[in-house]
């Protein structure tokens, strides 16, 4: 087990009705005036937007509102947030909606409190040291950026995808109510689904071995989280299974399943590529490549493979056939992912074959040359992956 | 799943040598001057005393000391210490040992800023708004105070042993270096594992249902814990053993493991008065009390049981004899803890039968006549447990 922090200090509100406790939060956490940063009309359509600006009317907190936030969040927005907060003197920001605006509020958190470039923070010239407070009204269970200290924006003009982050950008409270992700369509919900079983992904396929209490907590969500997509298959309105989703969404990425452990990363990576590409859905392109990124590294470290196909999908175990074990895990994942109507292959994801020349590129500009500690990558592996992936 | 809010603010770094970070730590959270509060005489024979002082000293931080904290600590020290932290400006307190020298430490940071008694906060006269801030080096893997909110002191002249909690009170950071654990007698190791096998289980034992993902992240730490312990009997100073227990014992107590339920502490109540009139190790008490609790409690909810049976020690199904999978469950549980060298009998732990009665009212005067969510029982239910639990 490696040395590890964790520090996760947000307040996390959950449940029936919470959103009701809003004010009364934002009053608690001192903000006077507020940035309402959101995305289009589903927050207005489903009477969450009027229930907030009541609630903040009656706390007697300020409001300034930016709407327009898109999934894969651009910088372009982020610049005119960071630009009406100052205006505005804007002290507190907060995001309602999922995993875009929470990181672009974040985003205009960090860049608030800095004379240059936001963007710098993205090109890793400079680190966010300081940021304005945020909260959050969680309404689509994906990206876990409601208790991550992590956001990621692309940069239009250059269709980079890029994350950044710090601790001072872990939201100050976090109200998610399950309720609120019932009118989420199915393939959204199935798209945060492969968002959050990605993100343990990225943490459970380490180099560190020997975490076997984090391995467990890894697994028991896997598995909790793939219990309640079928259940949502058949009811929507199951408030158990909504349940299940939201809170092992957020707990997939706050960091408690990452301790003691080397994280990965490098399929969120290649994943990336494609957002920026195609305006692709996260979830929807993660589905694609983590098989490919499974089959891809299965041999360097059987052992993990065979021990997620038992642990999590069930396959029976057989020592002596220990990597066809692990591939019937890998194939249980994909049906998995077919079921709850993800693609699983770029071709049906919507990608072109004559673009992967152009992911590499763009690759290499965002992550480099080489990459990837579970295993150590090349542009050449990336390529290997991509075709891998593509039917 | 009940609507809840999980919050835990403490940053916890965790791992080798880790304690040499302590001055940077405290420079961060701003500390001044800090009490050093601690046991005995085991932290100056392991050199970790000198350590802490040196690193305080490096950072330039003044330091006052009150050491002597005992297991079960007791109000006296308590008041000692509020004087103490009063008379020298005092901002900060750093407790280094376990639970009880955590929450002595606790009981002080809340009485500095008490005009009245601190034990008005235990018998529930008045709540807890505010407290110095505080820090932990953990030493003893046990009671989980390290991450938690709450605080069990023993009135010295009545005998009485009661907790009380904040938020305000959850230390800001906690370093938990699983080598300090080595020279930890194995009585120790086995009461604190016990100890925090009993935060999980009154947190599982819930008369909730449908929380299935926190019941599996419970689960996964039991199991976790249960395999970790039998391999420090064969060598307590296995790191990886030592850093699962360390770490499972933190989290059995920061409230993740409790989401979404309403949580029990009968069996907690049952046993703190043992530890009160005995001055009985907690985990030994809790050794006896649990499996007693467990088999009077058995027929409340059969099906808990009988997953409880299955999922952690292993029983094999047999849905046509539930309550014998229970019960052997239960019988596992107490091979497991005789396995360890805990007592699971009160007259084992050194207990009079004769004392029953005096049990029984110091019970009524601290949690009342009638307790329990998960089954709710009187006195009368008590005194049988309790007799249960004789031989």
Same mark, same amino acid.
């Given at each position: 087990?490696?040395?590890?922090?964790?520090?996760?200090?947000?307040?996390?509100?959950?449940?029936?009705?919470?959103?009701?406790?809003?004010? %009364?939060?934002?009053?608690?956490?001192?903000?006077?005036?507020?940035?309402?940063?959101?995305?289009?009309?589903?927050?207005?359509?489903?009477?969450?937007?009027?229930?907030?600006?009541?609630?903040?009317?009656?706390?007697?907190?300020?409001?300034?509102?930016?709407?327009?936030?898109?999934?894969?969040?651009?910088?372009?927005?982020?610049?005119?947030?960071?630009?009406?907060?100052?205006? %505005?003197?804007?002290? #507190?920001?907060?995001?309602?909606?999922?995993?875009?605006?929470?990181?672009?509020?974040?985003?205009?958190?960090?860049?608030?409190?800095?004379?240059?470039?936001?963007?710098? #923070?993205?090109?890793?010239?400079?680190?966010?040291?300081?940021?304005?407070?945020?909260?959050?009204?969680?309404?689509?269970?994906?990206?876990?950026? %409601?208790?991550?200290?992590?956001?990621?924006?692309?940069?239009?003009?250059?269709?980079?995808?890029?994350?950044?982050?710090?601790?001072?950008?872990?939201?100050?409270?976090?109200?998610?109510?399950?309720?609120?992700?019932?009118?989420?369509?199915?393939?959204?919900?199935?798209?945060?689904?492969?968002?959050?079983?990605?993100?343990?992904?990225?943490?459970?396929?380490?180099?560190?071995?020997?975490?076997?209490?984090?391995?467990?907590?890894?697994?028991?969500?896997?598995?909790?989280?793939?219990?309640?997509?079928?259940?949502?298959?058949?009811?929507?309105?199951?408030?158990?299974?909504?349940?299940?989703?939201?809170?092992?969404?957020?707990?997939?990425?706050?960091?408690?399943?990452?301790?003691?452990?080397?994280?990965?990363?490098?399929?969120?990576?290649?994943?990336?590529?494609?957002?920026?590409?195609?305006?692709?859905?996260?979830?929807?392109?993660?589905?694609?490549?983590?098989?490919?990124?499974?089959?891809?590294?299965?041999?360097?470290?059987?052992?993990?493979?065979?021990?997620?196909?038992?642990?999590? #999908?069930?396959?029976?175990?057989?020592?002596?056939?220990?990597?066809?074990?692990?591939?019937?895990?890998?194939?249980?994942?994909?049906?998995?992912?077919?079921?709850?109507?993800?693609?699983?292959?770029?071709?049906?994801?919507?990608?072109?074959?004559?673009?992967?020349?152009?992911?590499?590129?763009?690759?290499?500009?965002?992550?480099?040359?080489?990459?990837?500690?579970?295993?150590?990558?090349?542009?050449?592996?990336?390529?290997?992956?991509?075709?891998?992936?593509?039917?």
């Amino acid at each position: 087990m490696n040395n590890f922090r964790f520090y996760s200090p947000t307040e996390f509100v959950f449940g029936k009705d919470e959103e009701k406790h809003v004010g %009364e939060l934002l009053k608690h956490y001192e903000a006077k005036k507020v940035l309402l940063h959101y995305g289009g009309g589903s927050i207005k359509r489903s009477g969450l937007y009027d229930k907030v600006l009541k609630a903040l009317k009656k706390a007697n907190i300020d409001v300034v509102e930016l709407g327009g936030v898109k999934p894969n969040p651009v910088d372009t927005l982020v610049y005119e947030g960071i630009e009406l907060c100052k205006k %505005e003197n804007v002290d #507190f920001i907060l995001a309602v909606g999922g995993g875009s605006a929470i990181d672009s509020a974040k985003a205009i958190a960090a860049g608030v409190h800095y004379d240059g470039d936001f963007w710098d #923070f993205f090109d890793r010239k400079a680190t966010i040291e300081t940021a304005l407070p945020l909260g959050v009204i969680l309404t689509i269970p994906a990206a876990g950026s %409601e208790g991550s200290a992590a956001t990621v924006i692309t940069k239009e003009s250059e269709g980079l995808k890029r994350g950044s982050g710090a601790q001072v950008l872990r939201p100050k409270f976090s109200i998610i109510n399950p309720e609120l992700t019932y009118t989420l369509p199915m393939w959204h919900t199935a798209a945060g689904i492969v968002d959050m079983m990605s993100h343990i992904f990225e943490r459970y396929l380490s180099k560190t071995k020997d975490v076997i209490l984090t391995d467990r907590l890894c697994e028991s969500t896997l598995i909790s989280i793939m219990e309640a997509s079928r259940t949502l298959l058949n009811d929507p309105n199951d408030y158990e299974a909504r349940a299940t989703i939201c809170w092992a969404g957020t707990i997939a990425h706050n960091g408690i399943l990452g301790v003691g452990r080397e994280e990965e990363w490098t399929t969120h990576g290649l994943e990336h590529e494609l957002s920026a590409l195609y305006d692709m859905t996260h979830g929807a392109g993660l589905a694609v490549m983590f098989p490919a990124y499974m089959k891809y590294t299965l041999d360097e470290d059987l052992e993990r493979y065979y021990r997620l196909a038992i642990e999590v #999908f069930g396959v029976p175990s057989n020592q002596f056939q220990k990597r066809e074990v692990a591939i019937e895990g890998i194939e249980r994942l994909i049906t998995f992912f077919k079921s709850i109507g993800m693609p699983t292959t770029l071709k049906d994801a919507g990608a072109k074959k004559e673009d992967i020349p152009t992911l590499i590129n763009t690759l290499e500009k965002n992550i480099g040359s080489t990459f990837g500690q579970f295993k150590k990558l090349t542009l050449q592996d990336a390529q290997k992956i991509y075709e891998l992936a593509w039917d």
